[in-house]
């Protein structure tokens, strides 16, 4: 069958993947949700028609979401994940025992029960015992919350439609008042190739630093992903993710990781010039 | 118009390029040479119908092949550029007013013509007085030097087609006994993601890791190459990447440069972990 | 969902519909049998990738191989039914109540229960009490037959893959024995424009003028097959379809066609002259 | 090179030809003209993106255009056309020695002129001494003219763009008046299979029957076309297309066509219940 899916990453440019099925369709309260068997990709989810994961390339994205932020600060024990509803960033993190308790808030519970039934490698680990699930607006839920979280991790869709409201500068205050003292807040952050998602990225950046002292950008290359290049933001009240980041505790944990590990945190904050510049640009 | 370039990068992968003109289509003794005007990404240069480079991040490229090693000694004089008919790699070189010599082999003298015509943002440089052209087959022309380069980079394309010879180990060995004693080898050397790629660069690994001491292998995101992901190889006689970095010596020469940084020079030897393995395996 | 399905009619043709969803895929002892729901033609069936019918231009294809030898002979009652999987040939077969018999024989049975549940537009008179199913080989089955048949439809697939059989001068042969004397062979006849297609229909065309006195082609339009241009084969041994036709019988029996009347009967034999070229190279 | 031409017949279906060479891009005062080399089709013309015209399949077309109205009344003498700037309409007008005058108007003069350097294959009777080449609007063109033809071909673009006009009212009485007693309007009219096209054309044919006392449509199949099922208009003020065909007198030229020849122009005229359907509804 010669069936593909196509993204437009700008309209000049279309990545497109070989479809053997296509596993599930629906339509929840919120966007069109869609799993598709790729040839070379394993599964592939998709929000309203925008590539989330696939299972080739989706450990790059959750492995740097996470461990980043673990391995700055060993001792997090209580974490709040906004969005994320495909399960991968919970996975990763059920990896630490030491954390204690993960709250995660996904808008659209029909994400999470799709990802259950078709793509247990991402899902598995929602049952874990800390993991409580809340199927509401990330934007209401973190308002009422004040000095609770060591770490916010906000895995949200790209700043249009049902995401918007997670790019927002009321949004970044309040998860500033969400965690406590010693709190991390870590989030994607588009990319700086294609002009539309630099300029996403730029406003992310701007608002966040009015909040946070600690300010930081990092890289992956995730290849399913427009252009493949992508940021995470790494903000903070008192850490630095360079100069606090334990080697040799992150080492000692013996966690599996296919893409992390201590050197490639180090690096991956290393940013090209023309990145840099954008950065500076939004300040 | 609605005219497409296609590049299948597997059988289940393709990237596509919204296409304005085709500037122009020839024939070499070698391969089909093409250059077609894109919407996003400036003018594109394919041979046989493949990515050469885009002028949107020929910059990505260039910079890494060329400031990594320059910035790891920076009393390279005498360098040997095999293939590269673009002139980007030369271009960079020629920032250096310490480099005496640039040696540039091109089997195929009709990708400069073309370049030099089509594409001045690379080719631009090649006129530069310290630079010698030569048109024949680099494979023959290193076998007969002997100690006599700093830094030879292999700018090649894919290991099919004319490429092929570039990735052989006769011919890192002829690189090796080109190389003076401080020589340092830069080769591109294909990524890591998708499997048939990965096998060529394990292949090209294993060769050049049988001639020298120093062996490392670097990355980029050079979002039109496939997966983005691409690698570089450093092999040298007694240099280190790291350690022999003088990150003060490069900055007082205040190179203008829009991907390459002295962090971006560390990051980029911090490879992800299935990378490390897919290294270790071919070693 | 950007998902699209691609036929390729030529290496230089491409013909692509938008999918809203893959509703079945299977593989069957000879085949790939797929049901895709398409945004502008209804519901598709693809056996091994190629498109067979779609629900909105079905009726153009159905029309032409029952009406033609159905209005050129009115006493027609026993008609054999060789492939037509889909169910849309017997379809219009059972309009006529002067049809005493249908025996369709289809190798996969497979296509008949997919179209059963997915396609009823075709399949839903596969239960009429007239028709009798005999899953298997076409070729074999027409071999034990002798003066028998009124009317043999050839309803096949392109000759290669399962249906590569009923294009030889052997099968065509035991059709001629399997019909009675007033018998008509009708088949689908591939079509003039590409030139792989116009080969095996001259082919096709030149096996069935060696035992039927009577050999004619006709044609349609049917938008989703290559080049759209597509043509039927009518042979008999004493019928003419354009001299025989009773155009008042036919009218008199008052039956609902979308595509055919009894101008377009006689109009559909008046092949271009490049038609009529290739079938008279082809005799 | 992996390079295609796409164009989109309804949002969900596409037809591609792969390209061998952008040979002409060039914007007129009216238009965008493009002409492409193809692997299969020979050249192509595209108008702001849309097909006019392919080497393959242009004879279809024209055949059809001109020889229908030609072989009615074979006293035709002076003619007006209106748009075929390709040239391939006056191509086959030319092959008349009867006729003594063709005047055509066409709104772009540099599609003719890019015709004549790159499609010599359709426009090179243009300079045929019969030819009167008008470059203005063929609305203001024909508004001026009284009982003057004895056949005007309208072979317009699609009605959008440069070629509304010559889909309105107005236009269609011009082109009576402009006609003598015997005059034959033939018009391109679009196809019914895809909805947008079947509404252009039921406006067409309805402003047309206003005017003209016999009017009919003739059909002809044009794989590059959309559906590859295309109409055309045949209104006159006594003539019938098929009444009045002198069989013998258009076979005594001893024309060569490669689709036309007399049976098929009566064929032509036998239409599917559901166009006559679209006719009658819009009548």
Known sequence: MNVWYTEEHTPGVRLSMKIEQHLYSGQSEFQKIDVLQTTEFGKLLTLDGLVMLTEKDEFIYHDMIVHVPMATNPNIKKVLVIGAGDGGTVRELTKYETIEQIDMVEIDKMVVDVCQEFIPLTASKLTDPRVNLFFEDGLKFVRTKENEYDLIIVDSTDPFGPGEGL???????????????????????????????????????????????????????????????????????KFDPIKDLDVAAWNALDLKTKYYNTEIHVGSFALPNYVKEQLEDAE
Chains 1, 2, 3, 4 share one sequence.
């Not at 969400?178 to 952050?189: F, K, M, S, T």
């Not at 406003?203 to 946070?212: D, K, L, P, S």
């Open 167 to 237: 790019f927002t500068k009321e949004f970044y205050g309040n998860c500033y008042n969400a965690l406590n003292e010693d709190g991390i807040l870590v989030n994607q952050h588009e990319s700086p190739f294609y002009a539309e998602y630099a300029l996403s990225m730029q406003r992310a950046h701007n608002r966040i630093v009015e909040f946070f002292p600690n300010c930081h950008v990092y890289q992956a290359h995730i290849p399913t992903y427009p252009s493949g290049h992508w940021l995470f933001g790494f903000a903070s009240k």
